[in-house]
Nanobody, 122 residues
Framework: QLQASGGGLVQAGGSLRLSCAAS????????MGWFRQAPGKEREFVAA????????YHADSMKGRFAISRDSAKSTAYLQMNSLKPEDTAVYYC?????????????????WGQGTLVTVSS
């Protein structure tokens, strides 16, 4: 019930915006967020947003380049990625959790989308 989109191939220095649409009438997602996983690496927290207040939490390493936002009317979260680098190449996963506390711990998220691939060429 989380559908991520917007991935693709981009040159270094470019931008992409990922979208994550939540569907399902009883789907409770008080926090939505993004993780990423590069080949051969562990899953890494990117950003999260508290749905009712819009409060955000970004990984320090991506702060200033990446920004999470949401459109409540569309039940969609976004990840704006600017100044992309080849090391940002990864599968980006949309996540959600029922509890309304921002967290960077993967195990604390209840729902995971299918992932969208972002490839940044040098």
């Amino acid at each position: 019930q989380l559908q991520a989109s917007g991935g693709g191939l981009v040159q270094a220095g470019g931008s992409l915006r990922l979208s994550c649409a939540a569907s399902g009438g009883t789907f409770s997602r008080n926090v939505m967020g993004w993780f990423r996983q590069a080949p051969g690496k562990e899953r890494e927290f990117v950003a999260a947003i508290r749905w009712n207040t819009g409060s955000t939490y970004h990984a320090d390493s991506m702060k200033g380049r990446f920004a999470i936002s949401r459109d409540s009317a569309k039940s969609t979260a976004y990840l704006q990625m600017n100044s992309l680098k080849p090391e940002d190449t990864a599968v980006y996963y949309c996540v959600a959790r029922r509890l309304g506390v921002l967290t960077s711990t993967p195990a604390e998220y209840d729902y995971w989308g299918q992932g969208t691939l972002v490839t940044v060429s040098s």
